[in-house]
């Protein structure tokens, strides 16, 4: 009976040891958690700590029991230490210290990332926070309740920095985000950034942009922070959300090539080019759909789907990554903010002749109750008329994580942007407009490249 | 100076006259309207009626002035009375009696659709309606405020019927639907229409299925209704929605040819096959992309397509309308409805092997507050794998109508079933899963096709 051995209990391992059962449920799937906390949901960790999701344990996409009753055993606590190919062999490190050997015949590893440390001095005073594994979310929970701090700062606007904004919101504190970039969200326009941020201080939040933090300091039961241009700052609590930077390490030892930012360098069959060795989720490389190269772009859509196909492939089957267009949604307060494929000056460095626009249209017939503002950003490049991206942003009610949907899975498809008209998609009046938001967006690009083309 | 008339001021023939406008900015554009009313979005009726769009002159997808504002000429209040293909003109009835004729370059019958009357004895009487035109829907506001009619039965539980369930249910009126079929909502399958059944229910509404309505009588200050299995009622007021047909007698007296249920044939360019005459909207067949042949499918969304297409091509355009895959959605109560494609029944009808699987999940991440329940039908073909169809039902916050328009976008490039998992989905935990509902069904169905394939 073959042995599958999968080290890293997180999305991409447990979506690899699923499916390797699926496919072929004679197989013997072994999973190595570093933790107590197999297949938790790590987006879910800021409404832990606003409150909105009370118990940690409903975190769990599916608890060890649900995973166990699947055939898959659950070795938690349990560190990978080395990986030997040549005797196709794990060493592990239990709770008691104890070292031992497992065998395998296919292995994927999939041990994830971890938060990225930056070049900021006192990162590690007492209240100051990074947010994975779960143990660190454990220990701010523990302090936001029991010590209940009136401040906050935030390093990072990104999505998890602006949950967190969001979280320490939602519990009465005063918060102050700081991003380096000159506006939040750099993952979408700065234009809709200016929304998102407009969005964040009417809700009593300070927002600091074009400013680096360079030192974090105790001055009495505050932090004191200080960054560039003469930023100064005091709160009772700062987070560091600048994003991840891929655990490769063990793998990388055992003869794994490594790429963009350490992270581990795969085929689309998730093969390491170590004999039996797949490589799955944030720890690797991963293949843009549309640029048709490797990025470091990681998601927990992808781990799942990076996941499925390693343990497809470990389990004899034959299944192949289609690739990522980094399509993402997250909530900010009331709004949600959307993007897939390349933005404008992405597209320019890679090659295309991006033309952008923008618009501010109804999400449904504004005649009809609750009707909200989105606004649209589209990307074409100009000379082929190829969908290149898009961004949205919206009320949370405005369907703008599945509107994004659309326009990901006409990106998959290498749809023209004029093409978008085409499509039959659903109306009516409390939901859409007979010519969707996505279509209308679509319908101003073409006009506004045939105007730049007449002149 | 070439001169497009187009016969028909809603949907398709406005959409016309601006995409003409568009696209030859020197074309003189004539829109015949037979009332006052241009662009109106006969969707919105129902919340008209219920009083949740207080004022009609909001329904107007454009003002009579916005449209001016492009440089097309309104006729209202004028009927077409006949076409002279050979003359190139239109005689028209104006409001005082007098006819004229208007000579054309380019001609677009855009004549839509009339309510269907069914062969009930009785359907003139006072109290029972029909929904279009305006002015019908205006007669049913007036006595439904004046009045004050405390009870109605609505003949016809498709997605026009349960609208205006909604809608008299919404004014506190005590409700009957009495649908022919089985369950309600015949657009989707049995299952998904029980499911709408309760929810209607649950709102205080009687609901009868299987029952063919014969006869109403006034008896008093009622209406007395009697159908099929001695079923038996009494209203104030009987609306009836038992779908429309297309009015299309003018182009055919003209020589234009009609075929399913005496709709305009017309190629994809929308040409009727009299020279100089285009047809679009309710009163012509219409492509369907995944059968693959002419179908009668009058939709608001296929009507302002076909009218764009009609408009770039009598403007001198080359533009082919790409079908239709039956694409809707309806709000009924708290629950948005909403289906693409084929049902399992026409699958089987059109040649393929279907099979169909159906999946009730989280909208989103449960974990996190106001998560509801989706129920999804997903069909495809056994033999190539390829997506039919899917239909979803969920309360109207759970992205619905746009989660139907990702399989939408998949039918329309004809995907596989099993690439819908694949597709780079947005997801954060208040608002999907990692794996979205659509990729859930897409596994379950690939599971059940393996299991079937097995045995």
Chains 1, 2 share one sequence.
């Not at 990162?123 to 009136?150: I, N």
Request: proline residues 5%; contains cysteine; neutral net charge.
């Amino acid at each position: 009976m073959a042995h599958l051995l999968i080290i890293g209990g997180s999305d991409a391992g447990i979506s690899a040891a699923l499916r390797a059962r699926e496919v072929d449920p004679a197989m013997e799937v072994t999973v190595v958690v570093a933790d107590r906390f197999p297949n938790y949901s790590i987006c879910g960790i800021p409404f832990f700590i606003s409150g909105e999701v009370p118990d940690w344990h409903d975190l769990a996409h599916r608890t060890a029991s649900d995973i166990q009753a699947k055939g898959i055993r659950l070795l938690l606590e349990h560190t990978a230490q080395a990986i030997d190919p040549a005797a196709k062999q794990v060493t592990v490190l239990d709770r008691t210290g104890a070292t031992r050997e497992l065998p395998y015949d296919r292995l994927i590893v999939a041990t994830g990332a971890e938060p990225a440390r930056p070049q900021i001095a006192g990162l590690d005073l007492p209240g100051v926070y990074l947010l994975r594994p779960m143990e660190s979310a454990f220990r701010l929970h523990r302090h936001v309740r029991k010590r209940e701090p009136r401040s906050a700062l935030v390093i990072g606007g990104g999505y998890i920095g602006l949950e967190m904004v969001d979280a320490f919101a939602h519990l009465g504190m005063s918060v102050t985000v700081v991003e380096y970039m000159p506006s939040l969200m750099p993952t979408v326009d700065p234009s809709l950034g200016r929304v998102i941020g407009a969005e964040v201080e009417r809700h009593g939040v300070e927002v600091v942009t074009g400013v680096g933090i360079e030192q974090i300091e105790r001055v009495g039961d505050l932090l004191a922070v200080r960054g560039t241009g003469g930023f100064q700052a005091r709160a009772n609590l700062v987070l560091v959300a600048v994003g991840v930077r891929p655990v490769s390490g063990l793998a990388a030892a055992a003869g794994a090539q490594r790429g963009i930012r350490g992270a581990l360098r795969v085929n689309q069959q998730m093969e390491t080019g170590v004999a039996g060795v797949y490589a799955a989720g944030d720890c690797i490389e991963t293949w843009h759909r549309l640029l048709e190269r490797y990025v470091y772009l990681p998601l927990g859509t992808t781990a799942h789907k990076q996941g499925r196909v390693a343990g497809e492939n470990a389990a004899g089957g034959h299944s192949t990554f289609a690739g990522s267009l980094g399509t993402q949604v997250v909530r900010v307060f009331d709004l949600a903010v959307a993007r897939t494929g390349l933005l404008e000056t992405e597209a320019a460095q890679a090659g295309f002749d991006p033309l952008a626009i923008e618009l501010e249209t109804w999400d449904h017939k504004a005649y009809y109750p609750g009707a909200h503002r989105i606004h649209l950003r589209v990307t074409g490049d100009r000379w082929t008329g190829r969908l290149l991206g898009a961004q949205m942003v919206g009320h949370v009610s405005t369907q703008v994580a599945k509107r994004i949907d659309v326009f990901a899975t006409a990106l998959f498809h290498g749809m023209a942007v004029a093409a978008l008209s085409d499509l039959d998609l659903s109306y009516t009046p409390p939901l859409s407009s007979p010519w969707d938001p996505v279509q209308e967006a679509a319908q101003m690009w073409i006009s506004q490249r045939q105007g730049r083309h007449g002149t």
